[in-house]
T-cell receptor, first 117, second 114 residues
Framework: AQKVTQAQTEISVVEKEDVTLDCVYE???????LFWYKQPPSGELVFLIR??????QNEISGRYSWNFQKSTSSFNFTITASQVVDSAVYFCALSEEMKTSYDKVIFGPGTSLSVIP | ETGVTQTPRHLVMGMTNKKSLKCEQHLGHNAMYWYKQSAKKPLELMFVYSLEERVENNSVPSRFSPECPNSSHLFLHLHTLQPEDSALYLC?????????????FGEGSRLTVL
């Protein structure tokens, strides 16, 4: 069965610190997709990144970087030199290719990040 | 103008009221979704529409009734709700309903049922 675990419920860091948000997933499928979304206080979830199960190459986008490791079923997200605007709830999500149901996307419980000035 | 717009942003209703939530997307997408976000719970998928046809109903109570008159508009009609239905209702769209497509969300409609 699909499952996404984000063990960190809340994290607080001081501005300019680096922070890593953990995501561990479970799936029996060989083809799947992993996502990260950001939910600022305004409410809308904003797509950050998608990774498919065949692409383990890590990615960097500005201050954001993602570490995908199939061996540990993890897809961790690191923010370098955090800023107050990074304060939000971050969701990791998993989507499987072979499901026939459209209920394919499973979201983790989210990690609330507070960046203190 | 944001890609996905939801109205109203806030709604308070009694248990016997009938109200509707509206969602409009300006992205040319073919799939639209309703999600429910309650405190302390993961996002729950309620309904999926692909090309205006409902393709998924996640065992949602009949007091929630979706409507998708065209690929740009999605409604959630609310009737005889319960206090536990109070939540943030998020609309989303994607290019298609395929699992590898990212979702574009609106800001949500915060519903309070008294």
């Amino acid at each position: 069965a699909q499952k996404v675990t984000q063990a960190q419920t809340e994290i607080s860091v001081v501005e300019k610190e680096d922070v890593t948000l953990d995501c561990v997933y479970e799936t029996r499928d060989t083809t799947y997709y992993l996502f990260w979304y950001k939910q600022p206080p305004s409410g809308e979830l904003v797509f950050l990144i998608r990774r498919n199960s065949f692409d383990e190459q890590n990615e960097i986008s500005g201050r954001y970087s993602w570490n995908f490791q199939k061996s540990t079923s993890s897809f961790n997200f690191t923010i370098t030199a955090s800023q107050v605007v990074d304060s939000a709830v971050y969701f990791c999500a998993l989507s499987e290719e072979m499901k026939t149901s459209y209920d394919k996307v499973i979201f983790g419980p989210g990690t609330s990040l507070s960046v203190i000035p | 103008e944001t890609g996905v717009t939801q109205t109203p942003r806030h709604l308070v209703m009694g248990m016997t009221n009938k109200k509707s939530l509206k969602c409009e997307q300006h992205l040319g997408h073919n799939a639209m979704y309703w999600y429910k976000q309650s405190a302390k719970k993961p996002l729950e998928l309620m309904f999926v529409y692909s090309l205006e046809e409902r393709v998924e109903n996640n065992s949602v109570p009949s007091r929630f009734s979706p409507e998708c008159p065209n690929s740009s508009h999605l409604f959630l009609h609310l009737h005889t709700l319960q206090p536990e239905d109070s939540a943030l209702y998020l609309c989303a769209s994607s290019l298609t309903a395929q699992p590898n497509r990212e979702l574009f969300f609106g800001e949500g409609s915060r519903l309070t049922v008294l």
